[in-house]
């Protein structure tokens, strides 16, 4: 199976092919360059693989949470390109790309986001507790029913420190996938996919802070 695969989500812009169990290609550029370069970063990525768009079998893009701007132009660029070449897309959450080929029983798993502000989830045996917003109020949240150590992906210092002062031992663990899109691919071997590209929403987990304008 071709896939290709892209995710803006996770701290850059990515894109990945895969033909089977080999990678072929990536690429990686800047997060703030995805609008400007991101088209063009694809197109690289598929002329190092040496197969056409057309020839794919589906696309595989990573459906948040993370960056805000990066997620939804890697998300716009992969329906416009599924719908432009005639095939499959199938998403994956931040959570599953930075999980992919690892088994876990127990994990926390986290997703930066603007300064003080994380997307998490944990995954144990009795089910997985999700949340977005200030780290103390998501690992209240994430953690309520978490063994007192577990494994941990993507998380930075402050959120390791304020897990210890919850009483939570981690494990920083190291994902298996250097590139999220590459993830991607991986999972798409595997993965039913949608309907149709329509039916794939992205995550943005807690929403960028904005400011009205004053209407005075």
Known sequence: ?????????????????RDGDAVLATVTVEAKRGLEDGLSAIARCLADAEISGAALDRIAIGIGPGGFTGLRIAVAYAKALAFGWGVDLVGFSSYDLLEAGLTLPDVLTVVSGRTGIISARYR???????????????????????????????????VQRACAERGILVNPTASRFTHAATAATYLALTADAPASPHALRADYGEAPAAKLPDAR
């Open 1 to 17: 199976m071709r896939i290709l695969g892209i995710d803006g989500a996770l701290g850059a812009f990515t894109a990945a092919v």
């Open 124 to 158: 144990g045996a009795g089910g997985e507790q999700r949340a977005s917003g200030p780290i103390p109020d998501v690992l209240a949240t994430v953690l309520e029913c978490a063994p007192t150590s577990l494994p941990i992906l993507g998380a930075s210092k402050d």
